[in-house]
C-alpha cells in the first residue's frame, strides 16, 4: 500500500478519497486553486498545496503542475478523482514517466475506450451489441445529415470524446439538424478538445443501466452489479439507484458478462463503469441492450454500489494501483438492499434549470442520512465549477423502504440562501410513477410540469401530533401556557425577480456569449431562440419571454458577462 498519495481533484471527492485514506493510514496532499483555498477538502487532506487560479485550465487541468507537486512532496500516487484528468491518456502517461503510480487504468485503455466511435468498434469485436449508428471519420456536415436520414428521426448526436451529458442533442427533424450539430461540435470542442461527432438511433423508450466493473493486474475482473440511472435530465443523472428495479436476473447476469468482456478486450485496470442503454418500449422482461460507453474512472454515483454490495470502492483502487488482487471473487459478491443517490444542484428549477451561484446561507443534513458534499453551511458554491452541492444516499432492505427514506431525507434537508433543486428532488422522489418504477430517461421530461409545482406546506408528523383531537397540542392559533394568545404571524416568501420576468433579458450567472442571433429592430416570437451563453462548461440557449420587437441588445458574441448583466431589451 502506498505511504502518500497526491489527490488531483477537488470538491466532494477529493474528500471521499481523503476518507478512506485515513482509515487506511495513507497520507494525503490536495492540490487547489485560488478559489477553493477556504474549501473542506483543503482543510481536511494532511498537506494542501495552491497550484493555480480559479479557472480549471490554469489549476485542475494543468497536469505538470500536479506532477511536480506530487514529486515535491514525495508522494507515490496520484488519485485523479473523477471528471478533470480522470480519462486523459497523456496524463497518465506522464505519471508513469514521472515515476508515479496512476490510480486508474493504463492510457492505452483510456484511448481505446475515449472516443466513443473506436470503442463501438472494439466492442463489436469483443461480442458486445452497440446502438445502431455511424462512428465514421468523415464529419461533413453533407455526410452527418446523410447517416442521419439513414438512420432514420430521432437520431442522436454524440461528441465522441464526450461525457456528462456535454455536446450531446436530440434531432427530431431535419431542419433542426444542422444547428444541433454546430452546437454539440462546439461544446465537445470547448469541454473535450474535440469537436468530432457520432450519430445514434435515438431511442424512444429507453433505460440507462451501467455496470460497475473491476479488474486487477493479474487479470482477474469481477462486476459488482448495475445502477440504473434512468432519471435524467439533459443527459445529466439527477437520481440513481441500484439493483436496478425489476431487472431480471437473466438480463443482469447478460449485461454484467458483457461489461466482463469489454473490460477483457482492452486488457483493463482498475475501476470502470460499462454503460448500457436498454430498450424497453415492449416492457423490461426481454428488452435488448446496447453498449453506450465506458467510463475508464470511478463515477459520481459509486456510493450506491458501496451501499449494495458493502464494499470501499476507493480502497478497491488503492489495493489495484499498489499491485494487489482484487480482494472478492464474482462468486462471493452479492446484493444486499437497495440503495438510491439524490444529487443536490445549485440551481433554478424554475428558470429552465440554469445553475446558481452564492452563498450557502444554510445547509443541513439529516444525520442518519449518507452524504457526500464539496460545501457546507457559509460556503460559497462558485461559478467556475460544477454546480452540485451534495449528493444525498439512503439504503433500505428494499426499494420500497429506500424511497421512503430518501423522502425523508429530503423533507429534513434544510437549504437556504440561493436557487436549487431540493424542492424538484422532493416532487420526484415522491412521485407515484416512480414509485411504481415506470421509468426511462424520458421521465422527467414527460412530467416536467407537475415535477415543477411547488412543494407544499410541511404537515405535522404523527409522532409530534397529540391523538386526541380536541388537545391543545393541536391548536395552532397561537395560545401560550398561562399567557393571552399570541396571534399568528404569517409570512410568505416572494421570488426574488427572474432574468426574464419581462422583456428585459438578463444573464443568469456570469459567462461568455457563445452566439446571438438578433439585432435591434428585429420582431421576435414567443420562444424564439435570442442567443447562447456559455457557462459551467454547458451552452445554455435563452429565449424571448414573449413577443415583440428587439429595443436593444448590449453584448456581442464572445463577451464575458456578469450575473444579471442586461443582454438583451424586447418591447411590445
Not at 459509486?302 to 489495484?320: A, F
Request: glycine share 8%; with cysteine.
Amino acid at each position: 500500500m502506498f505511504h502518500t498519495i497526491l489527490i488531483a481533484n477537488r470538491g466532494e471527492i477529493a474528500r471521499r478519497i481523503i476518507r478512506t485514506c485515513r482509515r487506511l493510514g495513507v497520507q494525503t496532499v490536495a492540490v487547489y486553486s485560488q478559489a477553493d483555498a477556504d474549501a473542506a477538502f483543503v482543510r481536511e487532506a494532511d498537506r494542501a498545496v495552491l497550484i493555480g487560479p480559479a479557472a480549471a485550465a490554469d489549476s485542475y487541468l494543468r497536469g505538470d503542475r500536479i506532477i511536480a507537486v506530487a514529486i515535491e512532496t514525495g508522494a507515490q500516487a496520484i488519485h485523479p478523482g473523477y471528471g478533470f484528468l480522470s480519462e486523459n491518456a497523456a496524463f497518465a502517461e506522464a505519471c508513469e514517466a514521472a515515476g508515479l503510480t496512476f490510480i486508474g487504468p493504463r492510457p492505452d485503455a483510456i484511448r481505446a475506450m475515449a472516443l466513443k466511435g473506436a470503442a463501438k468498434a472494439l466492442m463489436t469485436a469483443a461480442g458486445v451489441p452497440v446502438t445502431p449508428g455511424y462512428h465514421g471519420e468523415d464529419q461533413s456536415l453533407e455526410t452527418l445529415q446523410a447517416e442521419a436520414e439513414r438512420i432514420g428521426y430521432p437520431v442522436l448526436i454524440k461528441a465522441v470524446a464526450g461525457g456528462g451529458g456535454k455536446g450531446m442533442r436530440r434531432v427530431d427533424d431535419p431542419t433542426e439538424f444542422a444547428d444541433a450539430l454546430t452546437s454539440a461540435q462546439r461544446e465537445g470542442l470547448n469541454a473535450f478538445s474535440d469537436p468530432k461527432v457520432l450519430i445514434e438511433k435515438y431511442l424512444e423508450i429507453p433505460r440507462h443501466i451501467e455496470i460497475q466493473l473491476f479488474a486487477d493486474e493479474q487479470g482477474h475482473v469481477v462486476h459488482l452489479f448495475e445502477r440504473d440511472c434512468s432519471l435524467q435530465r439533459r443527459h445529466q443523472k439527477v437520481i440513481e439507484e441500484a439493483p436496478a428495479p425489476d431487472l431480471p436476473d437473466a438480463m443482469r447476469a447478460a449485461m454484467g458478462a458483457a461489461a466482463v468482456r469489454a473490460a477483457k478486450a482492452i486488457h483493463y485496470r482498475g475501476a470502470g463503469t460499462v454503460e448500457f442503454i436498454v430498450d424497453v418500449s415492449r416492457g423490461i422482461a426481454d428488452a435488448p441492450f446496447y453498449f453506450m460507453e465506458m467510463n475508464t474512472r470511478l463515477q459520481v454515483e459509486h456510493p450506491v454500489t458501496e451501499e449494495i454490495t458493502g464494499l470501499d470502492l476507493v480502497e478497491w483502487q488503492l489495493r489495484v494501483a499498489a499491485g494487489e488482487p482484487l480482494p472478492k471473487r464474482q462468486d462471493e459478491l452479492t446484493i444486499s438492499g437497495h440503495a438510491i443517490e439524490a444529487r443536490l444542484y445549485a440551481e433554478d428549477p424554475q428558470n429552465d434549470f440554469l445553475p446558481a451561484a452564492g452563498k450557502l446561507d444554510r445547509l443541513r443534513f439529516p444525520p442518519w442520512a449518507r452524504i457526500e458534499s464539496a460545501v457546507g453551511e457559509g460556503d460559497t458554491v462558485s461559478v467556475f465549477y460544477d454546480p452540485m452541492i451534495a449528493k444525498i444516499i439512503v439504503q433500505g432492505r428494499d426499494r420500497k423502504q429506500a424511497l421512503s427514506r430518501m423522502r425523508d431525507a429530503l423533507i429534513e434537508t434544510q437549504l437556504s440562501g440561493l436557487a436549487t433543486n431540493l424542492g424538484f428532488l422532493r416532487r420526484l422522489i415522491s412521485d407515484d410513477a416512480f414509485a411504481a418504477a415506470h421509468i426511462d430517461t424520458g421521465f422527467i421530461g414527460r412530467h416536467l410540469d407537475r415535477l415543477l409545482a411547488p412543494w407544499p406546506d410541511a404537515e405535522i408528523p404523527a409522532h409530534v401530533r397529540a391523538a386526541d383531537p380536541g388537545s391543545p397540542w393541536n391548536d395552532m392559533t397561537g395560545w401560550l401556557v398561562n399567557l393571552p394568545p399570541r396571534s399568528p404571524l404569517n409570512l410568505k416568501a416572494e421570488a426574488g425577480e427572474t432574468a426574464i420576468a419581462s422583456g428585459d433579458i438578463k444573464a443568469p450567472m456570469p459567462g461568455k456569449l457563445i452566439d446571438v442571433f438578433v439585432s435591434a429592430g428585429d420582431t421576435v416570437e414567443k420562444g424564439q431562440k435570442l442567443l447562447i451563453l456559455g457557462a459551467m462548461k454547458i451552452e445554455h440557449t435563452m429565449k424571448a419571454p414573449k413577443a415583440g420587437v428587439i429595443k436593444a441588445v448590449h453584448a456581442a458574441a464572445g463577451d464575458q458577462v456578469g450575473d444579471k448583466a442586461l443582454l438583451v431589451e424586447i418591447e411590445d
